[in-house]
């Protein structure tokens, strides 16, 4: 996938929450635009209290997150 495709889902308002898949079968959520940046062929995620660091050449695929709000009692 081309960097320039993550920036630009980053860049878009309002923000949509994403799903990125590698090609070893793992995936991440990316929540928020500042959770996830782009520098050259490499994307640096904060990901569940870690960071991944992830060669966009591994990426297959990005989709829509699904999102459940949450409820209220």
Known sequence: ??????????RTSP????V???????MFTVNHPEQAMIVGDVMYVA??????RVAMMNVTRVET?????PSRS
Do not use: Y
Not at 47 to 52: C, F, H, I
């Open 47 to 52: 990901n569940e209290g870690r960071g991944v």
């Open 1 to 10: 996938m081309n960097p320039d495709d993550i920036i630009e889902i980053l």
């Open 15 to 18: 923000f949509q929450p994403f």
């Open 20 to 26: 990125v898949f590698l090609n070893d079968g793992s």
């Open 65 to 69: 997150a699904e999102i459940t709000p």
